[in-house]
């Protein structure tokens, strides 16, 4: 079976289903719904990560 390429530049977050593993505030520690309100309640957030934040609010935007 061939290896499956991996794009460093993606933005991982915790399925919906999961249970919060870590408390950091990173992408890989939220759901995207999570993140996409901690984005939008932390200005610093969406400095710190702004390719991760608009993931998580473009796809929370086209859901509601």
């Known amino acids: ?34 993140w996409a309100e901690l984005c939008v309640a932390q200005d610093d957030v969406r400095q710190a990560h702004p390719r991760a934040c608009r993931v998580a609010m473009d796809k929370e935007m086209h859901n509601r």
């Open 1 to 34: 079976m061939p290896a499956r390429s991996v794009d460093p530049e993606a933005v991982r977050f915790l399925p919906d289903e999961a249970q919060i593993a870590c408390r950091a505030i990173l992408p890989a520690c939220f759901t995207k719904a999570g």
